[in-house]
């Protein structure tokens, strides 16, 4: 088992993303950071060398620049800019060499969030 600190990543271009049923925006390019207040069950990986698998569970913190557009255009509420938390957890194999993994993930976003509650495949 290990712990997980100080990851970023950001996205190499925008995304289309969703503000209702109706309606979309470019997202900007997306910051994604680990959430130093996330649950004592996120920012933690297991490795089982044996199976060749890595579960790593992330809780982290989504920041989309397009947001900020709409909330200074006066259309929506400055809530919009907090950063939008969730927890992934990625569930990998293991290459043979163990010098690398195939991750298939999934993402949940918490209570408050911009899209709790969302559903996706």
């Avoid at 569930?91 to 010098?99: P, V």
Wanted: aromatic share 10%; glycine share 14%; proline share 7%.
């Amino acid at each position: 088992m290990f712990g997980l600190r100080a990851l970023y990543g950001l996205s190499p271009s925008s995304i289309r993303l969703p503000l209702n049923e109706r309606e979309s925006i470019d997202s900007g390019q997306v910051c994604v950071t680990i959430d130093p207040d996330a649950d004592p069950s996120c920012n933690v990986g297991l490795i089982d060398y044996e199976r060749g698998k890595l579960t790593v569970r992330y809780g982290g913190q989504l920041v989309f620049p397009g947001l900020y557009e709409l909330v200074i255009g006066g259309r929506f509420d400055p809530g919009l800019l907090h950063p939008v938390r969730g927890v992934a957890t990625d569930d990998c194999t293991l290459t043979s060499d163990l010098s690398g993994w195939r991750a298939d993930g999934r993402l949940q976003f918490l209570p408050g969030s911009i899209w709790a509650g969302a559903h996706g495949y």
